[in-house]
């Protein structure tokens, strides 16, 4: 296959096993910051897929909960094939996000309601799910162990 200019593009979806994280890419901006792109891949590619409503609601809770364990997040954002988000961190190493990530999910199975869940702050305030947020965090949490292992 020709190599296309978006990294998870050029990643054959047939071959990853999830739940994992990975590092989909890293870059160094001109002042030598460093910017790492993360892959938290949820579901199995093409075999699940989470739901909006908890798609949404995970993007709410990571958002707000990982910037309490790190000055280092730019960006959670949802991959539109609703397997998985993507984390932009300003540094950092691998070990260092695995914690943060598996501190901020905890935070999730502890949240008694997803910020930000309401007209004012947020464009559909009303797609979301606590309880399936909490279901697929306590699922990737389950799988630890296994995070690092990305190929089948």
Request: net charge negative; charged share 20%.
């Amino acid at each position: 296959m020709e190599k296309m200019n978006v990294e998870s593009f050029n990643l054959d979806h047939r071959t990853v096993a999830a739940p994992y994280v990975r590092v989909a890419d890293t870059k160094e901006l001109p002042g030598g910051d460093v910017l790492v792109k993360y892959d938290v891949r949820f579901c199995q590619p093409n075999a699940d897929h989470l739901e909006m409503p908890v798609v949404h609601s995970l993007e709410h809770l990571m958002a707000e909960h990982m910037r309490s364990h790190t000055d280092a997040v730019v960006d959670i954002s949802p991959m539109g094939c609703q397997t998985g988000f993507y984390a932009l961190l300003a540094g950092g190493t691998y070990e260092e996000f695995l914690d943060t990530l598996e501190a901020t999910l905890a935070d999730v199975l502890e949240a008694t309601e997803v910020p930000a869940a309401n007209e004012v702050q947020c464009g559909w305030g009303a797609s979301h799910s606590l309880e399936g947020a909490q279901r697929a965090a306590a699922e990737f949490l389950a799988h630890r162990a296994e995070w690092t292992q990305v190929l089948a």
